[in-house]
């Protein structure tokens, strides 16, 4: 499939996915729904509208992959995107989630900057959270929610979430789940009719173990309550993530393939990089693979070898290159 419509939501691992998209796009020449104006997002935190993709009024419902942050909105979406493009996003546990979002917006999310750490918000959230900074303060509550196009401060009453679940389910053919990234991209590759090599990929976007603030037990049940809109959305797709495993691969060869997946990204982790893992912002010698930083996280990158002939050098920056740069060279090369 080549048609593929991809929710990036945030700190769920959808900046690793938006590389796989990117790379994917560039080896079978296909056309990205790249952001209007240069910007790196469709529009975002606004709904989305159509005519926040560049070239729109050009090339219509022409475009093959989406995969810029964008709140989802399905009848725009579809102004861009060919009637059978296939539609997944992917979501994350909200308790690991919201230590992600609370170190690296920390700067940005007026209820983050008041608060001491993690657990002095979880405390009491409506202490820090006021209605009235609602637009700064999506990263707070319910940002899944939101990035699915709904209100992150909605009520969360049954029928409501019900309904919004379905909805979702409408929408979207696969949902797959952060917390078990290798087996998403074994059931996205299955799904897609892709192969191995399409869905390998080197982590970014994550950052250094020193920056991650410890959650007590208190804190992680509060998550649930205060984030209960993400937590029923999880909830419901975790469950079934693993039905639609269980239903196509089975759990067998789901284990044989992400082993075949380990196995080859630690070859090319081998074949590309100077050291076998990421490194903190302060070790990245090439400037032009530092990763965006962002709040009180040390946001890793990673530092190529130099003896690489130039074949091996194009594809080992391309699994490396951070999102914000990657959309920019894409830009260039579809907008000259």
């Known amino acids: 499939k080549t048609n593929v419509m991809f929710l990036k939501t945030h700190k769920t691992a959808s900046s690793t996915v938006l590389n796989i998209m990117f790379r994917f796009a560039e080896r079978y020449n296909l056309t990205v729904a790249l952001p209007a104006g ?8 606004r709904i989305f509208r159509a005519h926040f993709v560049e070239d729109f009024e050009i090339i219509g419902q022409n475009y093959n992959i989406m995969c810029n942050h964008l709140r989802f909105n399905p009848l725009e979406v579809q102004k861009v995107m060919a009637p ?36 002095d918000f979880l405390a009491s959230p409506t202490r820090f959270y006021h209605p009235a900074d609602n637009r700064e303060n999506i990263h707070a509550r319910n940002i899944m929610w939101f990035d699915f196009g709904y209100d992150n401060n909605a009520e969360d009453d049954t029928e409501y979430t019900q309904a919004i679940l379905e909805e979702i389910e409408q929408n979207f053919h696969l ?27 080197f982590k970014l976007n994550s950052r250094s173990q020193d920056t991650v603030q ?57 074949t590309c990089l100077l050291e076998q893992e ?25 530092n190529l070898r130099q003896d690489l002939d130039n074949r091996t050098l194009r594809n080992c920056q391309k699994l490396v290159i951070p999102e914000l740069q990657y959309t920019s060279y894409l830009y260039t090369v579809q907008h000259p």
């Open 278 to 302: 990421p490194v903190g912002k302060d070790h990245i010698r090439n400037k032009a693979f530092q990763p965006y930083q962002s709040g009180a996280a040390n946001i890793l990158g990673y």
């Open 175 to 201: 949902i797959l789940i952060a917390d078990y990234f290798d087996e998403s991209m074994i059931l996205l590759k299955h799904t897609l009719c892709w192969d191995l090599d399409d869905v390998i990929y």
């Open 214 to 270: 410890t959650l007590t037990p208190e804190s992680e049940e509060r998550v649930k309550a205060w984030c209960s809109l993400d937590w029923k959305l999880y909830l419901h797709f975790n469950q079934s993530f693993w039905r639609r495993i269980e239903e196509t691969i089975g759990l067998e060869v789901l284990e044989k393939e992400v082993d075949h997946l380990r196995t080859r990204q630690k070859e090319l982790m081998e």
């Open 38 to 45: 240069q910007q790196f997002h469709l529009g975002y935190p």
């Open 84 to 119: 059978n493009t296939f539609y997944f996003s992917i979501l994350r546990n909200p308790i690991p989630l919201m230590e992600s979002s609370y170190i690296y917006f920390k700067n940005n999310v007026p209820a983050f900057r008041s608060s001491k750490d993690v657990n």
